[in-house]
């Protein structure tokens, strides 16, 4: 397998890991968005719970405010009666409380006419401290007359809300522009929990007052209600389906500051990220001109419960598949590589085998020198080439000497061996690589020397050389030792010469040599032939 191959494998799986992640990631994205979407849907359905939770209330205002018009004077009882009956049914309603305009000169009678219902009646204010003092002279009072329940709240009886300067701010947007208004939250103490409580009040006029100037003269009083913020907005959330919502409900009025009203949450808690992107905040319909809004994160257990195993299995589905299929690819790509690394070297060795073949075909195996047949092929190579050319060929036909009884003496064996050994002692008195030295059958070798006009020196040369060999030969009539018999022949082989007339003459030479005494070289006739 070639690198190439490995880097696509790899840069396939890397692609493929990374596409199964980002399907993976893209689920779980569709996922948080349709969590997030839900989340909000019930989010805005408890703000809406408490949006009607609050309306109701103020009903009870309007409510009142009908009883202040229809009736010159209401007293203490009516009022008592009729905010009990609210009360009982609006549970988040911690007091009602009448607060009429009395002037500097009605403050004597009214403290009197009021001490009848409490005895130690008196308009006051708060100090810094927070006691309660009696109230200064001042032009125009908006003290409580009527509270109810009166139980714990007693404190508020003569309180002037004019004494506070915010209060009175407030009472004032109301009274000016016929406005239902709502206090900043103050805890209401008392409480079993902590508790945030808002004053919400509705002025009450004497007749139908057209403008402002026409409101401050007619203003009769205001009508307030204090509401347990904490309880309404337990009471809107529970009323709605979804669980495992952490709220807080946030006063923005005075806009970078915010203040909490209420939290569901017992501890303060610290939110993961993946809580905190579902954070969202709900603004609430004014509330008496309060901007409240509710904040919402949810719960790990809400999102938990949202989610499911599809994006892991998707990324972990794509990997498995990846993985398995380029292990497969890189199995098919390497089992292919194999096969074609052992056809190569099947094919080597099928080439070497065929090279070595083709030598042991042309080769004597016993002399490791040229067989008769390389000979043959070579012999009319050179002889076509010499005609082609016109260039001379020397041959040479060598016989071992008296060879039979050299067999008889020494054995069969030792005259293999005697037969290698001359047969390398004439190859290597050759010095031209186009020499061809083949053993031409028994005991007899040839020699082909291309391109030259005389034999005899190189004739001469082999016979010193194979006697040099000294190979003893005692049966033998001509010496102690082996010799050779050579017969040479030059020929200059033109187009219609026959080759079989220049080997003839060669073998002719040979016998003469054998006849004549042997180890001898003798010359065949007319030494350079033209046949
Ligand atoms: N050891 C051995 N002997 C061989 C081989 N080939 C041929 N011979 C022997 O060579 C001998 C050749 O004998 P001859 O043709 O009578 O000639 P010679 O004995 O050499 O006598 P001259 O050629 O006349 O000198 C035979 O006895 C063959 O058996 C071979 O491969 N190995």
């Known amino acids: 397998m070639n690198i190439y191959s490995k880097y696509i494998i790899l840069l396939i799986v890397v692609a493929g890991l990374g596409f199964s992640g980002y399907l993976g990631q893209r689920f779980h994205e569709k996922e948080s968005a349709a969590i997030a979407t839900e989340f909000r849907k019930d989010v805005d359905d408890k703000a809406s719970a408490l949006e009607r939770e609050i309306l109701l209330n103020i009903e009870v205002l309007y409510a009142f405010r ?102 009175m701010a407030a009472l004032a947007v109301s009274r000016d522009l016929d406005l239902v208004v709502a206090s900043a939250s103050t805890p209401l103490l008392g409480q079993g929990r902590q508790q945030y409580g808002t004053l919400v009040s509705i002025p009450v006029y004497q007749g139908l007052p057209k403008n402002v100037i026409k409101r401050r003269e007619q203003i009769k009083g ?31 009025t005075l806009g970078s500051e915010i203040e909490v009203l209420y939290s569901n949450q017992t501890i303060p808690m610290q939110f993961s990220v993946a809580q905190s992107d579902f954070s969202y905040t709900k603004p609430l319909a004014s509330v008496g001109r309060r901007n409240w809004s509710i904040n919402a994160i949810p719960s790990l257990g809400y999102i938990a419960e949202r989610r499911s195993m599809m994006p892991y299995l998707i990324t972990a589905i794509g990997w498995v598949f990846v993985l398995l299929g380029s292990a497969y690819v890189y199995a098919l790509l390497r089992r292919t590589t194999l096969i074609e690394e052992e056809v190569a070297q099947r094919t080597q060795a ?24 390389f000979f043959d092929e070579a012999f009319n190579h050179e002889w076509l080439r010499a005609v082609r050319q016109g260039s001379s060929l020397g041959l040479m036909m060598i016989d071992i000497d008296h060879f039979k009884l050299y067999n008889d003496t020494y054995g069969h064996q030792a ?67 082996i010799t050779v018999s050579i017969g040479v022949s030059i020929a200059l082989p033109k187009q219609d010469s026959r080759s079989e007339a220049f080997i003839h003459q060669t073998d002719i030479a040979l016998y003469e040599a054998k006849r004549s005494g042997r180890n001898r070289v003798e010359i065949a006739d007319g030494a350079l032939l033209s046949l």
């Open 222 to 252: 205001f009508v307030l209600l204090v509401l347990k913020v904490s309880d309404m907005f337990d009471r809107a959330v529970q009323r709605t389906a979804a669980k495992g919502i952490y709220f807080t409900l946030e006063d923005r």
């Open 66 to 167: 009908g009883l202040f018009d229809s009736s010159e004077h209401v007293t203490a009882k009516e009022f008592a009666r009729i905010a009990q009956s609210f009360i009982v049914r609006h549970q988040d309603i911690y007091a009602i409380e009448w607060a009429p305009r009395i002037t500097h000169q009605q403050r004597e009678p009214f403290e009197l006419t009021q001490q009848l219902l409490f005895t130690d009646f008196e308009i006051t204010q708060k100090l810094a401290s927070g006691m309660l003092v009696a109230e200064q002279q001042h032009s125009e009072y908006f003290p409580i007359a009527y509270v109810e329940p009166v139980a714990g709240n007693e404190f508020a009886l003569g309180y002037n809300l004019a004494s506070n300067s915010t209060r």
């Open 415 to 481: 005259g293999d061996e005697c037969l290698a050994a001359v047969a390398q002692a004439i190859e290597q008195t050759l010095n031209r690589k186009a020499d061809v030295v083949a053993r031409y059958g028994g005991e007899e070798f040839v020699v082909l020397l291309p391109d030259t006009k005389d034999c005899v020196v190189p004739a001469q040369r082999c016979l010193a050389n194979i006697e040099a060999l000294a190979i003893p030969h005692r049966a033998s009539p001509t010496s102690n030792y």
């Open 350 to 373: 099928l080439e070497e085998a065929k090279l070595k073949l083709e030598q042991l075909s042309q080769t004597d195996a016993l002399t490791k020198i040229a067989n008769r047949r």
